[in-house]
């Protein structure tokens, strides 16, 4: 387990892609599991169950879907598994770390200091997973690091819009 987490580690600074993961549909299933488990968990934050499982879902299946359309316009779909394996693992990683400061977020008062913290917290984090995603990208569909963070940002552009469409029938 500790390689496994190294690996993660790894992915996380940018070290690695995801060609060193094993194309193993269980640690797939793992990740997609704790992935979502993470996501339900940081929407209870805010949310009921059926609305915090219900995003956590359609994330889930609308980076799935991305990175299965990407790797098919590369003519690369062989690489399905270990690119999403690989990004929801580094996700979860990130994910765990950030989760206590969207929970903190809960009970600070706009405009203040705590708050401008927050933000800043908030905003690394989702640099940070761009910068991973992007990394992924690069290394799966073998384009440049700046390519992969522009797929990056359309995904979270296109990924905002749909979550947006979609989640107020949950609520």
Do not use: K
Not at 23 to 51: I, K, N, Q
Not at 58 to 85: D, H, K, S, Y
Not at 132 to 148: D, R, S
């Amino acid at each position: 387990m500790s390689a496994l987490f190294r690996f993660m580690l790894d992915l996380c600074l940018l070290r690695v892609g995801p060609q060193r993961l094993p194309p193993a549909r269980e640690l797939l299933w793992l990740f997609v599991a704790l992935y979502m488990t993470l996501g339900t968990m940081v929407y209870l934050s805010r949310y009921e169950l059926r609305f915090a499982f219900g995003a956590s879902l359609v994330e889930t299946l609308l980076i799935a879907a991305f990175i299965q359309l990407l790797l098919r316009a590369w003519g690369r779909p062989e690489r399905f598994t270990q690119t999403l394996t690989a990004l929801l693992s580094a996700w979860t990683l990130l994910g765990l770390l950030v989760a206590p400061l969207i929970y903190a977020t809960r009970d600070l008062e706009p405009g203040g200091q705590e708050a401008l913290l927050v933000f800043v917290g908030m905003t690394l984090y989702l640099a940070w997973s761009l910068a991973v995603l992007g990394n992924i990208l690069h290394h799966a569909l073998e384009i440049p690091l700046y390519g992969g963070i522009g797929l990056g940002v359309i995904y979270f552009l296109l990924s905002q819009m749909v979550v947006a469409a979609v989640l107020p029938a949950l609520n």
